[in-house]
């Protein structure tokens, strides 16, 4: 179902980046699912280059029961861009849930009016795909802007509507990071180096998909993916509570 969705972002960061292969830890690349009816498989890419540390996205397809693409674009420590964060999941086709935005890494007013402001005027084209829908894991405040497109609909709309807003929030993002400041004061870049680590901790902790990851692929596997992979910079709360 978002297969689309998935060769429309490759081919957008192929043509207007450098993208050099970035490192995904052995046998978390692709996992096939043995379990139920309904196998699952999931495959992850990740990339980097001069504006972007890392790029990755990754795909479960499960067949008509579940169709999911997620990804998370991470500027480089240089720049004080939000992260650009994508989150499409069908279950049967009927329940479809979508998240798009761009993920501030800051709270203040002029950091909001900076990064998150110029969204306003392309999320204002797309009332449907904004419900303002409750947040059951995730505090809306933190790491979400106010023009996120947070909705549930029908999949004719996913092909139509989300896929049209899915290609504009990227390619204005993609022109942020092109006239966007390069930073180089050690202060401002190491900032940036612990709000990044302070957004993965957080959405470690929180992500949701972990539940889905080990129903289809068990619990193992899934904490070393979330933690190894998807958000490498944060560590398992055991860990923590060793060292406190």
Known sequence: ??????????????????????????GLESRV????????TIRSWCYQCPEFRKIRYTYID?????????????????????????????????KNLIVMDFQPLFQDQAYLAKYIHPLKALHDQYPDLAQNLEMKFYDANQ???????????DAETVSTQVFEAFKDYLNLYWRMIESAEILSDPEDIQ?????????DQYSAERDPASGLFSSYFGHEWSEKFLYEFLFEDARPLAVEALNV
Request: proline fraction near 6%; charged fraction near 20%; hydrophobic fraction near 40%.
């Open 1 to 26: 179902m978002y297969k689309p969705f998935l060769e429309y972002l490759e081919q957008s960061l192929f043509q207007r980046f450098d993208l050099q292969s970035r490192l995904i830890p052995t």
């Open 62 to 94: 499960a067949g008509a029961s579940a169709q999911v693409l997620n990804s998370v674009i991470y500027p480089s420590h240089h720049y004080e861009l939000p992260l650009l964060g994508i989150d499409f999941l069908s279950f049967g086709k009927v």
């Open 143 to 153: 790491y979400f802007s106010k023009y996120l497109l947070f909705a549930k609909t």
């Open 33 to 40: 699912s043995d379990r139920g009816r309904n196998p699952a």
């Open 191 to 199: 900032r940036i180096v612990k709000a990044q680590k302070d957004y």
